[in-house]
């Protein structure tokens, strides 16, 4: 692909821009008789977004020419998903990857209530998403067009309204660039989200005048590193102040790109950091001020960091939900919280905080330490040599050669074979959990991963990417993993990817598996075959709940995997683990899978969860 070797290596579209825009925008229209459908995927070139994420039909066609006429010039091209939700995972991990828009489509109808629940999961876990439906001509609205989706059909727009930070339909090709180019602008800026299109067949196959696109997305996507000073000044007066400050780190892209400046601020003040769940894999498990999880499936060492009064807690870029937050723990919404976010939404949830600063937080915190007296940078010396292994609830379990194998062991044979580069995806259900809790790659010597990226790439920097773990905090849809970690290896074939999917999750998902085939991926898929829900199993009995509905069949993914022509192996005990040839899957350009029979007895890390419910 032409534009590859720049996009790969900056992250947001933005700077994307800055580097290809200049004025070196495609013209769409200077192709015989251009469409509208084209001028979509000039777009989407424009900030660097090399794939669409969709299943075809009949409505959503000429978007599709459009894509095959790209893909012959080497511009954005379609990526074949099985299923429409698939397909908005893909676009989730493409995103979380690469910083920049996922973009995912799908045809009218079921195509779009498909496309929904992908849609929904991006909505509420902050993710960048451009997602785009047909709908039959617009002539034909009212009289019951096939798949019709309009307010006189199935109305998906109706629904898509409620997940959405942008929804529309596009009812003349005029308004098509301003409409698109609102839903990249709102899709990108914080609080992030999914943006969706509705664009009539018809409307796709229109003409485009001559001179398209108009919008140089250079400026207008840029992100505003604005500071506000007043609040930065308050709150180094209260760090003055403070003799011991805790930080809390939330996940998502905003603490991705700032990491480092976070970073340094504990150093700088000599603070002990915890993360919150889906920031585990911004940090390095082993950096000596590190206190572990606070939050869902966390340790108690940072529960116990919180406990031990400290003057000031600093809470970074964290939604402050029933996960993020130890189900609104006093521990952290009391009035020793300062908060600091460019999220209003997040603001909202801590009224007792002593000081909110809002603001772009690497540019907060760049000031920050700047005002406090620029740190010394960061070394290697402070990562410190200690193993995390204290943190863990049942470190025996966590050792343990006994088979079926723990789950806890499983993970750390995860953490231990993998190289350093890897991302690790954790589906919904205790695979979330058991990752959170348990899952601490071997030391890197190094906690920021994008440094770490950077020697590997011969200097060149990496943007986006957060963190080498991802899950879900809010809407947590059973096999989510499984098509983000399709698009995440699609957005980056350099390095591994491993999806960690409980066997549910697999039987309703995994079909996508054939995509990383298909697109010859390194992603090495892990399912727990426990033959049951394992989540709600274990949510039912710590409940007193009935014990129902939980059971699966017993069923050999190895075969499934093998009868699509990938490589697959059933791991029963630690010892099976020594079998394997990791390297070989690691160098695998295309997929393996890993069926382990776990056992399904191990109790996983959710107390909070029956907390929040009310069993237990
Ligand atoms: C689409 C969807 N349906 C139902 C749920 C509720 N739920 C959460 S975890 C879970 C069980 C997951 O089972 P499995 O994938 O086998 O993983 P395990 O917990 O056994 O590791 C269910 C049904 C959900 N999160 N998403």
Known sequence: MNNSGLSEYVGQGSELAD????????????????????????????????YVFGVPGGAIEPLYNALARSQRRGGPRPVLARHESGAAFMADGYARETGKIGVCCAT???????????????????????????????????????????CTGVNTLGMFQHCTRYNTLISHSDQLENKLVNALMTASKSPRGPAHLSVPVDILRAPIKHGFPSYNLKSLLHRASLVDEMQIQALCTEI?????????????????????????????????????????????????????????????????????????ILAIGTSLGEWTSGAWSTTVLNQRLVHIDSSEEHLLRSPMARLHVRGRIRSVCER???????????????????SPDY????????????????????MRELSRRFPTSTRFYADAGNSTAWAIHYLQPRDRRDFRQHDYDAQLNGGMRRKGGAG??????????MGWAIGAAVGGARGNPEYPVVCITGDGSYLMNGQEISVAAAEKLTVVFVVLNDSSLGM????????????????????????QAEAMGIPAFVIRSPEDMDALDFDAIVARKGPTLLDVRIDGEEVPPMGLRMKTLGGA
């Open 536 to 559: 709600v199993k274990h949510g039912q009995r710590l409940a007193g709940a009935e014990p129902i509905a939980f059971e699966l069949p017993a069923v050999d993914f190895r075969l």
């Open 240 to 312: 003055g102040r403070a003799r011991r400050i805790v930080i809390i780190i939330g996940g998502g892209h905003n603490c991705g790109e700032a990491i480092e400046a976070i970073l340094k601020l504990a150093e700088l003040t000599d603070s002990h950091f915890v993360t919150s769940p889906d920031a585990k894999g911004l940090v390095n498990a082993r950096h000596r001020l590190y206190r572990g999880v606070f939050g869902f499936a966390g340790h108690l060492s940072a529960d116990a960091l919180l406990q031990d009064d400290p003057d000031l």
């Open 108 to 150: 009218s109808g079921p195509g779009a209530t498909n496309l929904l629940t992908g849609v929904a999961c991006a909505y509420d876990n902050g993710v960048s998403l451009l997602a785009i439906t047909g709908q039959p001509a617009l002539p034909s609205f009212g009289r019951k067009a096939l798949q019709e989706s309009a």
């Open 19 to 50: 580097e290809r825009a200049g004025d070196g925008r495609r013209d769409a229209s200077a192709q015989a008789n251009p469409e509208v459908a084209d001028l979509i995927v000039a777009y989407l070139e424009q900030l660097g977004i090399e």
């Open 368 to 386: 920050l330490n700047e005002l406090l007296g620029e740190a010394t940078p960061s070394t290697i010396a402070n990562i410190g040599l200690k």
């Open 468 to 477: 080498w773990l991802r899950v879900l905090m809010d809407f947590a849809p």
């Open 391 to 410: 943190m863990l609830l049942e470190t025996a379990k966590f050792v343990s050669s006994a088979t079926p194998i723990k789950p806890q062991r499983l």
